[in-house]
């Protein structure tokens, strides 16, 4: 118990000089500190934890339209986004894509992530769960779960993934600032240079239908477990 | 650095952009709720926060049930989320149904499939604004691992809450969380002068406070401030 048990150990048989008053004042916490940059750093570390896996790397598409590495909570989940966006391929890229959930074994047995691999053989992460986030109804980014060696993802652990992923979305339209496309509209706001599709496709609303998880590798992590 | 801000401040532009309407705290905690019942298999979750007299209320829950406990909750001042808020600890019950500490809240939700309740401490810059409560619709011993695991968790909304008040998305919650922030350390000093005057634990203390408010018509901050100084309830001169 934390409240006060210093007042309740230092009597028993008379009460204690009232304390001395602390202005309410002293109370005042400056609920601004929170930054959206502080906000969703610790929404990733937070996810270490709660999806019980060893990094966690967020990636969102710019005001153009481009996919970038925003949020991760190690060296190595930096690289992992960096290098998906430096090669054009990976998990995340696949999940904008497709707008589902993209699960994956082991990275080093996929063909279609060989130039991914050859640039993240060194990180030690082989396992990744890449989950869609979601925002107004779109796809706006992707929440990038890893674990070191191979590992088949479970039902119950993907549902976990997209759950979380559904709030960091929600995190995201509240440090949002306020406006309307037509206040805020800008010249150049359809020159993207990537990952337009899921955005403008109907495949990305949130009103459409469930889409299974695409596990991608169970051959692969099979027999790698061989 | 964990997050690069200049591409965050990209993507939080073109979030604003598409934003047709604002987003709204009530909704987003709910669906937090609903997050954590998947997150931790739980069968129902909610959220409770501190209104303007730093009594702890529900505002959010995945179901039902959830809704129940918390409303019950608030209104008998009795049962772990209560006691977590004012004990500022996780507070873990394995049956709501056997135990005989919170009676009045066992025959309150008797009529629901709500057993081993788990509510923890919500903390927004080390003060505590409210909680986070899950429940199991059957007995059930709740691991450290399972209750660290939800302080954790606790942690995100803390951060949604800090976020919102961040944008003014939540000016109303804001005055109300501002009352709770600015006399939290008065009235947890008020109820240990209680504990150690009349010899409670802190939720009965934490109760006296609250009774003594409503009687006299005054915040639970101002009979706390009257309690520390001149030692008496204002129903007690």
Same mark, same amino acid.
């Given at each position: 118990m934390t409240i006060c048990s210093a007042d309740v150990s230092e009597t028993s048989l008379r009460p204690p000089a009232p304390p001395p008053l602390r202005s309410p004042? $002293?109370?005042?916490? $400056?609920? #601004?500190? #929170?930054s959206p940059a502080a906000a969703l750093a610790h929404t990733v570390q937070v996810g270490v934890d709660v999806l019980r896996v060893d990094s966690v790397g967020l990636m969102l598409l710019d005001e153009h339209g481009t996919l970038q590495a925003v949020g991760f909570t190690d060296d190595q989940a930096s690289v992992l986004e960096a290098t998906q966006v430096l090669v054009g391929q990976g998990p995340g890229l696949d999940t904008m894509d497709t707008a589902s959930t993209v699960a994956i074994a082991d990275l080093a047995v996929i063909p279609a992530y060989a130039a991914l691999w050859a640039g993240v053989s060194g990180i030690g992460l082989r396992a990744v769960l890449s989950c869609p986030v979601r925002s107004g109804g779109t796809v706006v980014g992707n929440l990038n779960a890893a674990r070191r060696g191979p590992h088949t993802w479970t039902a119950g652990e993907i549902r976990e993934a997209e759950a979380y992923a559904k709030v960091v979305g929600l995190i995201l339209d509240l440090a949002a600032p306020s406006g309307s496309r037509e206040d805020n509209a800008r010249p150049?706001?359809?020159?993207?240079? #990537?990952?337009e599709g899921p955005e403008e496709?109907?495949?990305? #609303? $949130?009103?459409?239908p469930e889409r299974a998880s695409r596990p991608r590798g169970t051959d692969e992590q099979s027999a790698a477990s061989r | 650095m964990p997050v690069d801000p200049e591409a965050l401040t990209s993507s939080l532009r073109r979030l604003a952009d598409r934003h047709d309407r604002e987003a709204d705290l009530t909704r987003s905690l709910n669906d937090v709720t609903e997050a954590c019942v998947e997150l931790f298999q739980v069968t129902g979750s909610g959220i409770m926060l501190a209104d303007d007299q730093n009594i702890s209320r529900y505002v959010a829950a995945s179901d039902g049930p959830g809704r129940v406990l918390e409303t019950v909750e608030s209104e008998t001042g009795q049962g772990p989320c209560t006691e977590a808020f004012v004990t500022t600890r996780a507070v873990a019950v394995e049956d709501l149904r056997t135990q005989r500490q919170w009676p009045d809240l066992a025959a309150a939700v008797a009529a629901y499939d709500v057993r081993a309740v788990l509510g923890v401490p919500v903390r927004l810059g080390g003060v505590t604004v409210g909680t986070l409560d899950v429940y199991r619709d059957h007995p059930h011993s709740w691991e450290d691992e399972e209750q660290r695991a939800l302080l954790r968790y606790s942690d995100l909304v803390a951060t949604t809450l800090a976020t919102a008040l961040s944008a003014h998305k939540a000016q109303e919650l804001a005055g109300q969380l501002q009352y709770a922030l600015d006399y939290r350390v008065i009235i947890e000093r008020g109820v240990g002068y209680l504990m150690a005057r009349d010899g409670v634990d802190a939720v009965t203390a934490f109760n006296r406070l609250r009774q003594a408010a409503r009687s006299s018509r005054m915040k639970i901050g101002a009979v706390a401030t009257s309690l520390l100084e001149v030692g008496r309830l204002p129903t007690e001169l």
């Open positions: 004042a $002293a109370g005042h916490l $400056a609920m #601004s500190e #929170s150049g706001e359809d020159n993207r240079t #990537s990952q496709s109907p495949e990305t #609303s $949130a009103e459409g | -």
